[in-house]
């Protein structure tokens, strides 16, 4: 008998493993999720067709997990249905996605992604009837005119969120150092620490920050590490700027040798992490993509209009509660939590844009040298 | 830099070692049997879904991390199937699984999971031997996943180098034809060490998240940590021990991005040369490595005719 090494693949069997698992991935990696809203009753075959694609799945108790909360929030009386695509990653993804739903008769893309604008560039120059929105972004007015008319751009001023967050930190903190785990290097991350560690310094000048990026908003092991080398430095209260990775802040802070907290954000994340979480920065991500689709229902968004979320139109950026932290966010930093909140929501106080400001908090380091006082602290 | 920070650096680098050792010794039994596992990222990564999900209905750490030894099993029997009895290519196969792993995994944490709170799993400090300057809280203050990481290299040398089902391993991966000469099944040999590796690539995930994510499951979590073990298995010429010793390095060199973010003159470098560093140093060091090249036989379907 010839005994030899067969090197002739089953290819067969290959090509429909590849097939069966090509499906499988189609069903699985950019989970879908159908929501009417026009009430208990399905949407009636004229209704409004919007597509939402996000970097997240719909349950990540995250960024992505509150844009999908929002879909079910939408008005009523809007006859409208939404479809829910993530997680996308790359633009060709975001671009495959939305040229299958505008082909099939959708009205609307939005995109809660602030690094896809040149996806979504292309999808509106590819669908003029479709309007298509992204954000968080922060455009100049050079680049608004130069958009597409059926494009929108969308940002929420995450900074008041965070800075609050720093208001709370720093009167929290016993060693006057604070932290912030970031994903990526880009404004709409950038700004988080930096107002974060400027609402720390309007009442704590002492305080410091260590930030570190580590380039992946999922991570888990990369997120505890920096937590590790931030709380060994002496951190106690960490701003989490990731999504899914915050998992490793948590594992950090409660194995760390001194107590230690995590401020998460999108979502109140107590129950999740309830030895650590101080609080959570919520942003009402829900009510955005709740009001850019009733909008677009509508038909009240204009050409290359640009639409700033606040606290003022939509109540961006509030702390969740403190649940059983009372005996450290005590009744007096309460009460100084609440009058800086006062002035930050009269515009007695104002924290920069990441954009346009002549200190903008798109820059490393902003939130450390802008002088609190010249904000209204 | 200060005794602590150089402390919590290796405290740091054993526990980025630990994941990445298990899918490393995995890969290694593997490819030791001649099979070519390129799905052990995805096979790590349904390991830490499957651990993860077990610990969101309320199962302890233990249990969890058999959850995700069990699903690493069961990936390395249909992968056994598909590549030794059925000669499907192990290029394309592994693929096919680490893109159904990632899709597989995210669909199904948004729809199967449970409300208990995740924690990790319990530190176990050894007494005394934990205060030791530098070394003690890195080596005897971690939790059970990582010491046993540490224990399974010189484990699983042994296992590979010192026994019976060793000896047919490497014969299976080496030369199959005299294996089978000598009566021995090569396809039940290779089924075994492939899913001997496998269990210990489920493990390396569960290892990530009770160490790591407090027993929750994040979307693409492993983060490459299978790739790379791909490249430590021939960096350490598919020895265990020598594969103790790299994945400690690429540990110690990926908690260095985080030191070096704050670090006096080293801060002013860009943080994203830090995050590359680890990744360069892989593929300068597999170039480097010449001598090294896989078995002729390894990643090739074997049969008897």
Not at chain 2, 85 to 102: K, P, S, T
Not at chain 2, 117 to 131: E, F, I, K, Q, R
Not at chain 2, 202 to 211: D, E, H, I, W
């Amino acid at each position: 008998m010839r005994i030899t090494h067969l090197r002739r693949p089953g290819r067969l069997v290959a090509i429909t493993a590849a097939a069966v698992t090509a499906g499988l991935l189609l069903a699985g990696c950019t989970t879908t999720a159908s929501t009417s809203g026009s009430g208990s009753t399905a949407a009636s075959a004229d209704a409004f067709k919007a597509v939402v694609l996000t970097d997240g799945p719909k349950n990540d108790q995250s960024w992505s997990n509150s844009v999908f909360d929002g879909l079910s929030e939408i008005d009523k009386s809007v006859n409208v249905k939404t479809d829910f695509v993530g997680p996308l990653s790359t633009p060709d993804e975001y671009v495959q996605q939305g040229s299958a739903y505008a082909s099939q008769g959708y009205k609307m893309i939005l995109i809660t992604n602030g690094a896809q604008t040149a996806s979504a560039i292309q999808l509106a120059k590819s669908f003029p009837d479709v309007t298509v929105c992204q954000g968080p972004i922060s455009p100049t007015e050079a680049e608004i005119a130069a958009f597409p008319s059926n494009f929108c751009a969308w940002n929420l001023k995450q900074q008041d969120g965070t800075f609050l967050a720093g208001v709370l930190a720093g009167l929290v903190t016993k060693t006057n150092k604070v932290a912030s785990v970031a994903g990526g290097e880009f404004p709409a991350v950038i700004r988080q620490p930096e107002g974060f560690i400027l609402g720390a310094r309007c009442v704590n000048p002492d305080v410091t920050i260590d930030t570190k990026y580590i380039n992946s908003f999922s991570d888990v092991a990369a997120a505890q590490a920096a937590a590790q080398t931030q709380v060994s430095a002496g951190a106690d209260v960490i701003l989490s700027a990731v999504d899914g990775a915050v998992k490793g802040l948590y594992s950090a802070a409660e194995g760390a040798p001194q107590t230690t907290y995590v401020i998460p954000s999108y979502f109140d994340s107590y129950e999740r992490a309830p030895k650590v979480v101080l609080t959570s920065v919520l942003y009402n991500l829900n009510g955005i993509t709740a009001d850019l689709i009733q909008r677009a229902a509508q038909g009240k968004i204009t050409a290359k209009e640009y639409i700033p979320y606040t606290y003022a139109n939509l109540k961006v950026g509030e702390l969740a509660d403190f649940h059983d932290r009372t005996d450290v966010v005590t009744a007096d930093i309460q009460s100084k939590l609440e009058a800086i909140e006062a002035k930050l929501r009269s515009g007695d106080i104002v924290v920069p844009d990441e954009k346009g400001a002549d200190a903008p908090l798109s820059v490393e380091g902003a939130g450390s040298t802008i002088d609190p006082a010249s904000i209204g602290c | 830099m200060t005794i602590a920070a150089i402390t919590v650096l290796l405290v740091i680098t054993v526990q980025m070692a630990a994941p990445l050792l298990w899918v490393t010794l995995g890969e290694i039994i593997s490819e030791r049997s001649g099979v070519l596992n390129i799905g052990a990222e995805g096979t790590m990564l349904l390991g830490a879904w499957a651990t993860a999900t077990a610990i969101s209905f309320g199962a302890s750490p233990l249990v969890a991390c058999l959850a995700g030894i069990g699903v690493g099993a069961i990936v390395g029997l249909v992968m056994s199937v598909l590549y030794i009895w059925r000669r499907v290519d192990q290029i394309v196969g592994g693929i096919m699984v680490n893109l159904f792993a990632l899709g597989f995994t995210t669909a199904m944490w948004a729809v199967l999971q449970g409300t208990a709170v995740g924690v990790n799993a319990p530190t176990l400090t050894v007494p005394l031997l934990s205060d030791i300057p530098f070394i003690g809280t890195a080596l005897f203050s971690q939790n059970a996943t990582v010491y046993l990481a540490i224990l399974a290299a010189p484990a699983v040398f042994a296992l590979i180098r010192r026994t019976r089902w060793g000896l047919r391993l490497r014969a299976a991966g080496e030369q199959p034809s005299a294996l089978d000469s000598a009566g021995v099944s090569v396809r039940r040999v290779r089924t075994s060490g492939l899913i001997t590796g496998t269990c210990l690539a489920g493990l390396g995930g569960a290892c990530l998240v009770v160490t790591s994510a407090s027993g929750g499951f994040v979307a693409n979590m492993t983060a490459g940590t299978g790739f790379i073990a791909l490249g430590v298995v021939i960096l350490a010429r598919w020895n265990p021990l020598v594969a103790l010793l790299t994945t400690v390095v690429f540990g110690l060199l990926k908690a260095l991005q985080f030191q070096a973010q704050s670090f006096g003159p080293l801060s002013d470098v860009p943080n994203d040369v830090w995050l590359a560093v680890p990744y360069i140093v892989a593929i300068v060091a597999v170039a480097a490595a010449r001598s090294t090249r896989f078995a002729p036989t390894v990643g090739v379907p074997w049969s008897r005719h």
